[in-house]
């Protein structure tokens, strides 16, 4: 993207950052970006240095950290705290981890259910709808 040089609206930012204008105003409410002060008579101009803030948090988001993760790797950013940071991405590849281990066991117990449905047959009670009674641990 050509330099900016500080000469975008909001509207422009969001449309430059691929997020709605509300998106920016959440995202200043909670310190994750900053608001450009207000010339006498003028609009606030956003530039390159927005953006860039906009695509990191924007990154992170989609590697599953929540907003107040990003909002700690933000304070990190200077490069100096890379250790710090690094103890942050491990505690998410642990969580990550354990969500797949749980959507693993999802997935199985909804593969036996629709498999005991369809070796069912001609009775009046659902397999599914009665394993779901039974409760999960006892599919």
Known sequence: MPNTVDS???GG???AAGVHVETIRYYQRR???TVPERPPGGIRRYGDADIDRLTFVKTAQQLGFSLDEISDLLRLEDGTHCQ???ELAEHKLQDVREKLDRLQ???KALS???A????QHGSVTCPLIASLHEGIGKT
Request: aromatic letters at 0%.
């Open 105 to 107: 066991q999802i997935e």
């Open 84 to 86: 710090e940071a690094s």
């Open 112 to 114: 036996d259910m629709v």
């Open 116 to 119: 005991r449905c369809h070796a």
């Open 31 to 33: 310190g994750l970006l």
């Open 8 to 10: 975008l609206t909001i």
């Open 13 to 15: 930012l969001a449309r």
